[in-house]
């Protein structure tokens, strides 16, 4: 099967406008640029001399960028507290034109940031700044009570979760019960540290290594991520597995399809900078083009080209409908 590109553009067009609710973990990531021309004097270590920096939405908020970027109505859920960073995040997003109502106020944890230093188009450091306490029960409660209201609204739900504490227990029973009720896809980007919580899962997207660590599985050829991927939806009761194998491409297992066998969907990239939020870029695309009514085939070629221009772009960042189809190739599963 192809997607060439009138059909990406016609699908690109059906997702405009589409309500994708994102539940998961909030984060700033902030971006220092600059040049190295020397070694510090004071320890074995290069000098970067800063000439701008630049602060965009990360982790689950990432998810979120690219569905604004793609046209989709991304509904927002999950924590920060309205510090510095936090104060910084729900500006971004009112530029954007995203609601933050449904986001939770959580005044016991500092919003998380991550803040990457780029030396000559090379990342150099990166700094992790959070606290990763359990969430409160009234939290959880209240996080409940916005993704019950704002499930009403919407197509689909991805379930962004980076392990950094609002993706838990009890909210995923609230998930799998909400959506049940209402018949909405359920979109997982897991962190194997959770697996259980997925159980009954539409889709997750794993990338290889997280394939074999929820599979306990090697995952490295076309038929190790074909025993990998089917023993773990078996496992899960997960219908679907969309895996992003990098250089190689994408794996879809779609059961809706018919199709026994794994879709083989080679990459698009050209050349790759930045792998940075790659994988949000794919869970948004696919699970905006669900909304829209695309089959799993087609939504999974159109998040593998998105992909292709994410990569080559340095840190987080999101790909347009216009990028997509200026870089659009033909688009096959074998």
Not at 161 to 188: F, Q
Request: aromatic share 4%; with cysteine.
């Amino acid at each position: 099967m192809k997607l060439d590109r009138a059909e990406a553009e016609v699908l690109l067009n059906r997702l405009r406008g589409r309500r994708v609710v994102v539940l998961g973990d909030l984060m700033l990531d902030e971006y220092l640029f600059g040049e190295v021309s020397r070694i510090s004097p004071e320890a074995p270590v290069p000098i970067v001399h800063v000439r701008r920096e630049k602060a965009v939405l990360g982790g689950a908020a990432n998810v979120v960028s690219n569905l604004r970027a793609i046209g989709a109505e991304p509904l927002v859920i999950g924590t920060l507290r309205e510090d510095a960073a936090g104060l910084r995040l729900l500006q971004i997003l009112k530029g954007l034109g995203v609601a933050s109502d449904a986001i939770v106020r959580d005044g016991n944890r500092p919003t998380i940031i991550k803040t990457r230093v780029i030396g000559q188009q090379q990342q150099m450091l990166r700094i992790d700044r959070e606290e990763l306490d359990p969430l409160s029960e009234p939290v959880v409660e209240a996080l409940q009570i916005k993704l019950a209201s704002a499930l009403e609204e919407a197509s689909a739900l991805i379930v962004s979760d980076y392990a950094k504490g609002v993706i838990s227990a009890p909210l995923m029973d609230a998930v799998r019960e909400c959506c049940a009720k209402r018949g909405i896809p359920w979109i997982v980007d897991p962190k194997p540290s959770h697996r259980e919580l997925y159980r009954g899962a539409t889709l997750m997207t794993p990338n290889t290594k997280e394939l074999t660590e929820l599979s306990n599985k090697p995952s490295k050829s076309d038929a190790e991520v074909e025993a990998a991927g089917r023993a773990l939806s078996a496992e899960l009761g997960i219908s679907g597995l969309l895996v992003t194998r990098s250089e190689k491409g994408m794996a879809l297992f779609a059961p809706e399809s018919g199709r026994v066998d794994p879709w083989l969907i080679p990459t698009e990239a050209r050349e790759v900078f930045d792998v940075s939020g790659a994988g949000d870029t794919v869970i948004a695309v696919f699970s905006a083009a669900v909304a829209a009514g695309a089959n799993w085939k087609a939504a999974a070629m159109l998040a593998n080209a998105a992909a292709g221009v994410v990569v080559g772009k340095i840190g987080t960042a999101t790909a347009s409908p216009a990028e997509i189809l200026a870089h659009y190739q033909e688009q096959r599963a074998n």
